[in-house]
């Protein structure tokens, strides 16, 4: 199974935004890899270039996003498609909100664990029986995902999608799937992990660049 991370980012200034001492795609970028997620799409605008030179070193690519009149479902139709284009045997995606920094690499990697043996289903991360982001959209519902109406937002275009194909919860144990980069890290509640181990166990995805970049490997995160 080949899972794409596909990073969504309304604005250049979003995309490029301070966090934790990092342009905030970047950081986005080194979560998805080191959780195992390939290949990785950033779509945003970028008139001045810089998006797409925050990018280099990285295994991720940058996407011109679709027009805007294609609403926030074009976008991640587009998104997907790329990451098609970039890596035929993409069987996922991982629709992922820039705005959503403080997901866990551990989630990412739990996310493409479960896609392996439910590749049918999309997966929606859950905390406490929220569903939050990224969504595991298989690549197979991508001509569902195209019959969304244009003028959903992105929470709504996940509704309407789940209604008509399979999809399920997996409770991930971190709050970083549904608190937005408004709520201060250290606000957040305490990661907890998954209520119970993933069929195969935790991969340690990218353990190296997790620790350049600052972030837990795979498991349970000290600082969340």
Same mark, same amino acid.
């Given at each position: ?16 935004? #301070? ?45 011109? &996003? ?46 493409? @664990? ?26 197979? #519902? ?44 250290? @606000? ?5 992990? &998954? ?8 991969? @340690? ?12 490997? &795979? ?6």
């Amino acid at each position: 199974m080949t899972v794409a991370a596909v990073i969504l980012s309304a604005t250049e200034e979003g995309a490029l935004a #301070d966090t934790l001492g990092q342009p905030r795609v970047r950081r986005l970028v080194d979560i998805a890899w080191s959780g195992g997620a390939l290949p990785i799409v950033v779509l945003s605008p970028d008139p001045t270039g810089r998006v797409a030179t925050t990018l280099i070193g990285t295994d991720a690519s940058h996407g011109t &996003p679709a027009p805007p009149e294609a609403g926030s479902v074009g976008q991640m139709v587009r998104g997907i498609e790329l990451a098609r284009a970039e890596v035929g045997e993409t069987t996922g995606a991982l629709l992922w909100p820039a705005r959503m920094t403080w997901v866990g690499p551990e989630t990412i990697t739990s996310l493409i @664990e479960t896609h392996g043996t439910d590749p049918a289903t999309v997966l929606r991360p859950g905390w406490h029986g929220e569903p939050g982001w990224p969504v595991l959209v298989p690549t197979a #519902d991508l001509d569902v995902l195209r019959r969304v109406p244009a003028e959903l937002m992105p929470p709504a275009v996940v509704e309407t999608l789940v209604s008509g194909v399979a999809s399920r919860l997996v409770e991930v144990g971190d709050p970083g799937v549904v608190y937005p980069v408004d709520t201060p890290l250290d @606000e957040l509640p305490s990661y907890e992990g &998954p209520p119970e181990p993933s069929a195969s166990g935790v991969r @340690e995805w990218g353990a190296d660049v997790a620790a350049e970049a600052g972030l837990p490997e &795979p498991g349970p995160s000290p600082t969340r």
